[in-house]
């Protein structure tokens, strides 16, 4: 049986943090019901199309998925453990905000097979959350971390952020040690960036936004690096650190470019050579998914050149790089076939390496990665 991994979207928060342009909104909760019920059929719809799949991981994102009602998530919940079948080695995920979690949803979640929690925290400092439009404080994440363990989640993700507003490199020093502290199996750390369409942006065309300099940035980002393989993690994606063998499974569907299905909002997929994405229009998704018509608004044909490139760029993503073997034993040939000149070239410059078995990012060619994905991308 082929295997793949499903992305449920839960577009609701509580409040919009001010960096923030993902498809989420804040005070909509009263349309939580009807968008689960939407959710529910969607999933249901494709029941027949993956009779002959696996399910390797589901990662329940958003949004806050957490917000949302017990009640409510069990419509999901059951459809998915009824209609699929589901790997021994599942990977379930949600995605969760400290304050919006307690005793009763984390032991619905681990009792329905939800098997690994990921937690927005993004930095150490109260003043910061309170910068960045978060909605908790630090002692109550800390709480909320307590008591997963307590209910006996075993795997857990931290969402950490540097580069922030008036951020000293002593505060992401801090953040690092005192995570480290709690011992988490996983770790994400991504650089802040500003993004079109946020408060953020807003201050920042004003001027109003004290950011970093791109050096302390890299500082920030290089000092991670060093700090968390010192206690024990593995860095295997740009900006993804894990305890042995606890890397996402989920995520790495992605990076190693496989199928994966995304239902709800504005939720994307890659099958059968194709790639697709549904409406971020609440109303027309709700209407669609009534009137059972797809509420997908775009779909693109994935060539063959297109996915030697995508293997590429995504590949070079994780640290171990491109395993030279399952690229060959996927495309028929090895990357040196296509690629002889980038990669002799970004070799030169120090940015890729590569022995027998991987082509890989060096450190600077992480620095500098997006110049090396770029020449991966068909012309
Ligand atoms: S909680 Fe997450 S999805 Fe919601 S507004 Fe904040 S960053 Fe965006």
Not at 106 to 118: D, V
Not at 126 to 137: A, C, E, Y
Not at 175 to 200: C, M, Q, R, V
Request: net charge negative; with cysteine.
């Amino acid at each position: 049986m082929k295997e793949i991994g499903l992305y449920i979207h839960i577009p609701f928060c509580k409040q919009k943090c001010f960096y923030c342009d993902f498809c989420s909104f804040s005070n909509r909760e009263k349309e939580i019901s009807s968008y689960m019920n939407a959710l529910t059929q969607e999933i249901k719809s494709w029941e027949e199309k993956l009779k002959s799949y696996k399910i390797k991981s589901i990662f329940v994102g958003g949004g806050t998925p957490s917000i949302v009602p017990i009640e409510e998530m069990d419509k999901i919940l059951e459809v998915i453990h009824s209609k699929f079948h589901m790997s021994e080695s599942l990977e379930f995920s949600i995605e969760s905000n400290p304050g919006t979690i307690n005793k009763e949803n984390l032991t619905y979640y681990l009792s329905n097979n939800i098997n690994r929690l990921s937690m927005g925290l993004q930095a150490w400092q109260d003043t910061h959350l309170k910068n960045l439009g978060r909605i908790h404080t630090r002692e109550e994440f800390l709480k909320n971390f307590l008591l997963a363990r307590e209910i006996g989640f075993e795997n857990i993700n931290i969402d950490l952020m540097f580069g922030l507003p008036n951020q000293k490199m002593k505060e992401w020093e801090e953040t690092l040690d005192h995570i480290t502290d709690l011992n988490p199996e996983h770790i994400s750390a991504y650089s802040l960036k500003i993004e079109e369409n946020t408060h953020f942006y807003k201050l920042y065309e004003k001027g109003q936004l004290n950011l970093p300099t791109e050096a302390l940035d890299r500082n920030m980002y290089h000092f991670t690096m060093d700090y968390l393989f010192d206690h024990g993690y593995e860095h295997y994606e740009i900006s993804n650190f894990a305890k042995k063998e606890k890397g996402c499974i989920h995520n790495k569907v992605y990076w190693n470019n496989e199928e994966y299905i995304g239902f709800g909002l504005g939720a994307h997929s890659y099958f059968n050579k194709k790639r697709f994405s549904n409406t971020m229009d609440m109303k027309v998704y709700l209407n669609n998914i009534s009137k059972k018509i797809s509420p997908c608004v775009f779909e693109e044909n994935i060539s063959r050149e297109d996915e030697i490139a995508e293997t590429m760029f995504l590949g070079l993503r994780m640290m171990k790089g491109i395993h030279i073997e399952s690229f060959k034993a996927r495309f028929g040939f090895t990357p040196f076939k296509i690629y002889k000149e980038e990669i002799s070239n970004f070799e030169k410059l120090g940015l890729l390496y590569t022995d027998e078995e991987h082509i890989r990012l060096t450190r600077k060619g992480i620095d500098l990665s997006n110049q090396v994905f770029i020449a991966f991308l068909p012309n």
